[in-house]
């Protein structure tokens, strides 16, 4: 299947909300609305950065069986998230994550790029990384650590500590898709489906970059969505 890369739309970092957290939610609620101003204006520099709120919400997760270019993991059933979230505007770049973590493991060098060439469990240290940049409690406790990340062979435990904490995480799977379905219910965020599961499609063209249409490189991500 193609790997594409969403315009406008994966590193990327989630907050949530919700009922239960509402008390813990309000004191921080300056520090949240004030990301770019409160952090120390050395990282607030290097790392501009934009969020979108997601409100609660009930969709369709998977995709019918006659889509073309479908997995046949992609089970279609109905999901209810009852928490809201944001969802940071664009990928992570390659600027954001060198801010951070004072080095950049991505091939395609760039630093308006998305960072790329990292694992599961470099994302998790990243997101460690801005919560405490923001000041946050950091989503996710990270044990037996064994190397650095963005480095070959970075590995921890990992416990995250649940949907109350306020630091950033990654998003769901259904978060992810939700988000990135913008409301639709075809295969595309732009109400249409693909004319080709491998070669180039003007659908898909619309949409995200993929390597008919971005000659097999990561393209620079715009500033006015960061």
Excluded at 154 to 183: Q, S
């Amino acid at each position: 299947r193609m790997t594409v890369y969403l315009k406008g739309c994966p590193l990327r970092c989630t907050w949530c909300h919700s009922p239960e957290s509402q008390a813990r939610a309000a004191e921080t609620e300056q520090v949240r609305k004030t990301r770019l101003v409160s952090r120390p204006r050395r990282v607030r520099r290097r790392l501009p950065v934009a969020f979108v709120d997601l409100e609660p919400g009930q969709f369709s997760m998977g995709s019918p069986e006659t889509e073309a270019g479908r997995g046949e993991e992609e089970r279609l059933h109905e999901v209810i998230l009852t928490r809201g979230f944001q969802l940071q505007t664009t990928l992570v770049t390659q600027a954001q994550w060198a801010a951070l973590l004072k080095q950049n493991p991505s091939s395609f060098d760039g630093l308006e790029r998305p960072v790329e060439r990292v694992t599961w469990f470099d994302a998790v240290a990243y997101c460690n990384a801005f919560s405490e940049a923001c000041g946050l409690e950091p989503a996710y406790v990270l044990t037996s650590v064994d190397g650095r990340p963005g480095e070959e062979g970075f590995f921890a435990k990992v416990m995250w500590k649940g949907l109350d904490c306020p630091g950033y995480r990654l998003p769901t799977e259904a978060e992810w898709e939700y988000a990135c379905r913008a409301g639709t219910t075809t295969a595309l965020n732009n109400g249409k489906n693909l004319t080709s599961e491998k070669g180039k499609c003007v659908n898909l063209d619309q949409v995200a970059w993929y390597n008919n249409n971005s000659g097999s490189g990561i393209i620079v991500i715009p500033g006015d969505l960061i």
